[in-house]
């Protein structure tokens, strides 16, 4: 059982940075396709960011945080990132992260993923 831990939410002015980070135990990082979610107040949950496995490598973004987030993984530390830039009032929400054993060519969808951590808040003030 992979469980997931987020942490480095925050209040922030927009323009601001903010770095979330995904602490996994009971399985490795490397080995799972990773994404990073968020859900607004009232809305659904929606596909940010994500990185697949050492055996195939991937990087995919939603189109309004491509250019200002990053997301990344460190092996070593077992732990995945989200650089989050030039923040916006709009990005305001509880981010998530999320391990998946296989997409099948889903990565975006909430469906496909297996493990989920709690969310950690991130808030952006205009």
């Known amino acids: 059982q992979v469980q997931l831990v987020e942490s480095g939410g925050g209040l922030v002015q927009a323009g601001g940075s903010l770095r979330l980070s995904c602490a996994a135990s009971?399985?490795?990082?490397?080995?799972?396709?990773m994404g990073w979610f968020r859900q607004a107040p009232g809305k659904e949950r929606e596909f940010v960011a994500g990185?697949?496995?050492?055996?195939?490598?991937?990087?995919r973004y939603r189109d309004s945080v491509k250019g200002r987030f990053t997301i990344s993984r460190d092996n070593s530390k077992n732990t995945m990132y989200l650089q989050m830039n030039t923040l916006k009032p709009e990005d305001t929400a509880v981010y998530y992260c999320?391990?998946?054993?296989?997409?099948?060519?889903?990565?975006?969808?909430?469906?496909?993923?297996?493990?989920w951590g709690q969310g950690t808040q991130v808030t952006v003030s205009s």
């Open positions: 990185i697949g496995p050492l055996t195939w490598m991937e990087f």
């Open positions: 999320a391990a998946a054993r296989t997409t099948g060519g889903q990565s975006s969808g909430t469906y496909t993923y297996d493990y």
């Open positions: 009971g399985g490795f990082v490397s080995r799972y396709y």
